[in-house]
């Protein structure tokens, strides 16, 4: 069974930054080949992409967060994480950490982000 434990979410005001974490309990070699990725849901709205990175480092991001946001992944922490910047009310939702290996889709816990004055 694969754990994701997401961490870094609070209050902030608009224009400020957070750091988002997610600690995978998987071996280091399934992680590094994993697709991870960070998702969010907003009150009232579907789940959505936001920003995933693959076992080579390559990264995609959802139109709304390129040039603010930034994944990153530590293989040997198995830990990914994600850089938010010049935040944003409408980035406020609950965040969800994300692996995919093979058949296998694990998803973690949430993280509360909250932006507002």
């Known amino acids: 069974q694969v754990q994701l434990v997401e961490s870094g979410g609070g209050l902030v005001q608009p224009g400020g930054s957070l750091r988002l974490s997610c600690a995978a309990s998987v071996s280091r070699r399934i992680f590094s080949i994993s697709l991870m990725g960070w998702y969010r849901q907003a009150p009232g709205k579907q789940r959505e992409l936001v920003a995933t990175i693959n076992s080579a480092s390559a990264t995609n991001y959802a139109d709304s967060v390129k040039g603010r946001f930034t994944i990153s992944k530590d293989d040997a922490k198995n830990t990914v994480y994600l850089q938010m910047n010049s935040l944003k009310p409408e980035d406020t939702a609950v965040y969800y950490c994300?692996?995919?290996?093979?058949?296998?889709?694990?998803w973690g816990q949430g993280t509360q982000v909250t932006v507002s004055s």
């Open positions: 994300n692996l995919r290996f093979g058949a296998v889709i694990s």
